[in-house]
């Protein structure tokens, strides 16, 4: 099996081979072919800027690997700031005796998913670092969008806004998990990693008054909440019946002694809307494929504190804690 050797991160002709054969073959286009120091790019608006790196364990899972996780994490970032992806930057920081078969695959679906997001991918970086000073491969990505939709905020929920989550809860988490302890279920876990600035510019062209979106990675939608009502300063109730989690994914936690709402997603948006436009926004989620199971699972009660209050099934309520400590090393 071919691999990643030190001589590819040396600037020379190994490193000029993998980025013409391998990087340039799956990631082209007219910006990144140039092959400058920078790449120059036309943006007359708004922008929006994000970084972030991933170093997932196990670098592939159902439902995705690595470099689909790259492109679809730094879109999203983008797309819940009311931003249209444009550019990317993707940096890789590889071990050395890396399988060049799996990096290929890793560039391959990053390009794919790139495709799909509508999104260039204009300039990156390559480093190969000794056996041991690096687990396989680390991406670190940042991504610029033109703002198309302003306003949004943390720290704008208002009350009598309504909380709608676009998605089923914890899923890459709860897959990362059982991939990585090697457990089976009867019922598949798959991770929702996906981009999903497609879904969300439908829910803008409704006109629907959003004030807030995040999607729920490190943290889950308890901590998406939690912030939420601390830099707004408002209390959210969420009915935790309304809150769409799949069989496999609550079997694990009551397995584990896991809450789903402290488990990643990696492809579930978390809107906060104007009441009157919440049938609106359901609707359009529910007619896309990644928002069919959309629900809205709570809202926005007062100013009186900033917390979360969670009302069980049994009509008692209690306090939706954010996570704490290392729940989950290493989910993205």
């Not at 729920?216 to 009502?229: D, I, P, S, Y």
């Amino acid at each position: 099996m071919r691999r990643v050797l030190l001589s590819h991160g040396s600037g020379g002709e190994e490193t000029q081979r993998l980025i013409k054969e391998l990087f340039l073959k799956y990631l082209s286009n007219p910006i990144l072919e140039r092959m400058e120091d920078a790449a120059i790019l036309e943006v007359g608006s708004k922008l929006a800027f994000t970084t972030d790196s991933f170093t997932v364990s196990p670098p592939f899972f159902k439902g995705g690997d690595i470099g689909k996780l790259a492109v679809a994490g730094t879109v999203n970032d983008l797309a819940v700031m009311g931003a249209r992806p444009l550019y990317m930057s993707a940096g890789f920081i590889i071990e050395e005796g890396f399988s060049l078969e799996e990096l290929e695959k890793v560039v391959k679906s990053m390009g794919e998913e790139a495709r799909r997001a509508g999104v260039y991918i204009v300039t990156g970086d390559t480093k190969v670092v000794p056996k041991g000073q690096v687990d396989k491969l680390f991406i670190n990505t940042s991504g610029i969008g033109e703002v198309v939709y302003e306003g949004l905020s943390a720290h704008n929920l208002q009350p009598g806004d309504v909380v709608i989550v676009s998605g089923t809860v914890g899923d890459h988490g709860a897959c990362i998990l059982a991939e990585r302890e090697g457990m089976e279920f009867e019922l598949p876990l798959e991770s929702d990693c996906r981009s999903l600035w497609n879904m969300i510019e439908r829910v803008l062209e409704t006109g629907a008054q959003i004030h807030a979106m995040r999607d729920a990675t490190r943290g889950g939608l308890a901590a998406v909440l939690n912030e939420w009502a601390q830099q707004s300063e408002v209390e959210i109730e969420v009915d935790e019946e309304s809150i769409p989690v799949k069989e496999a994914v609550q079997g694990l936690c009551e397995l584990l002694g896991f809450e789903p709402t402290h488990l990643a997603n990696e492809g579930m948006v978390v809107f906060a809307v104007a009441e009157k436009d919440a049938g609106k926004v359901l609707e359009t989620l529910r007619e896309h494929p990644y928002g069919k199971e959309a629900e809205l699972i709570g809202s926005v009660t007062g100013k009186e504190k900033a917390r979360v209050v969670l009302k069980t099934p049994y009509g008692v309520k209690r306090i939706m804690e954010p996570p704490s400590g290392e729940l989950l090393p290493r989910i993205c």
